[in-house]
């Protein structure tokens, strides 16, 4: 099989495409023909060192995989062959074949393309988490306004977030830097955009949402989100998403005014530590993509031996929505 290999930890342009054994099929585990490889900001940390995991080297990256079922262990029902899945691998998914538990495997429905299916795992299953478990917000039906700022609205996590929060009653207001991200956040419902690059964010928020916003997501971080933190209304919720953009200086007495609260959000180690958990918010999810109550966009397409591109792409914040990696021969 040709895979991404990671031999040290460093700059992006060191991986390499190779060909590699593929790996013996293992008792309870199915063999994947992987069709798309989803590609996400943490992969291109965790090759460059610049995460709090640091994996062995060398590695194959990528989480998140689509594959066609071509081959089970004589344990594994064989109603599962030819079956298009879904995988979340931990790591090796930029691979043209991945060996996973047949019980971690989801059977994709119709509604998503393949494309859909291999990107919106961890950005979805991030937005759900934040804003489900971590701020209990649901469907509104006070008929009080709730109003939710998201700042790198035009990126995989912010754009599902834009998504995730309509579905659930909320008036949004996306931030972004160019106006294909701006269009991306506005069919998904967003109510107002705000260009990140040159408007003030956090005024243009308080003034479209008469005061301030009840919710502010941030997956961007640095001086944007501290200042935004300025943003939220009384009793509001920051969401602490991530840091492209570094990790922002809080000040606690920004915190302490109007009684707002800081919320961590790190779905990836909740989902480790609580599967079950994790199985129920991604059975939400899809029960809410199937009712077409959202609508992952589609992603961006490279090909495997375009690895490094797509990452610094994501990294340099060129790219609209979602991206994922196919087989050369596939595109």
Request: negative net charge; contains cysteine.
């Amino acid at each position: 099989m040709r895979a991404v290999i990671c031999k040290e930890l460093g700059p992006l342009e060191n991986l390499s495409v190779e060909e590699v054994p593929s790996a013996p099929l293992l008792s309870g585990h199915v063999r994947l023909r992987v069709l798309a490889s989803g590609v996400n900001y943490v992969d291109g940390l965790l090759i460059q060192g610049k995460y709090q995991i640091k994996p062995p080297t060398p590695f194959i990256p990528g989480m998140e995989v689509v594959g066609e079922v071509v081959e089970c262990f004589e344990d594994v029902s064989s109603a599962l062959m030819g079956k298009r899945v879904l995988a979340n691998v931990g790591f090796g998914g930029f691979a043209t074949e991945a060996v996973v538990r047949a019980d971690r495997v989801i059977t994709i429905p119709d509604t998503l393309t393949t494309g859909q299916a291999a990107s919106f795992l961890q950005s979805y299953l991030t937005g759900w988490f934040a804003l489900t478990r971590r701020a209990h917000m649901s469907v509104q039906s006070s008929g009080k306004e709730q109003w939710m700022l998201v700042l790198g609205a035009g990126g995989g996590v912010g754009l599902a977030a834009v998504d995730i929060g309509v579905a659930l009653g909320l008036k949004v207001i996306a931030a972004a830097s160019s106006e294909d991200k701006r269009e991306l956040a506005r069919a998904r419902g967003a109510v107002a955009v705000i260009d990140s690059a040159n408007e003030d964010v956090k005024e243009r928020a308080k003034e479209i949402s008469g005061g301030g916003v009840d919710i502010l997501y941030d997956p961007v971080g640095g001086t944007l989100g501290e200042t935004c933190l300025r943003a939220l209304g009384e009793d509001g919720q920051y969401l602490v998403i991530g840091f492209v953009g570094g990790i922002p200086q809080l000040p606690a007495n920004q915190v302490l005014l109007r009684n707002r609260r800081v919320i961590g959000v790190d779905w990836g180690a909740w989902a480790g530590r609580n599967p079950e958990g994790n199985a129920q918010l991604l059975e939400e999810v899809l029960a809410k993509i199937a009712a077409k109550q959202l609508s992952p966009v589609e992603p961006q397409v490279y090909l495997l031996s375009e690895a490094a591109k797509a990452l610094a792409d994501l990294e340099q914040r060129r790219v609209a929505g979602k991206v994922v990696l196919v087989a050369d021969e596939a595109k």
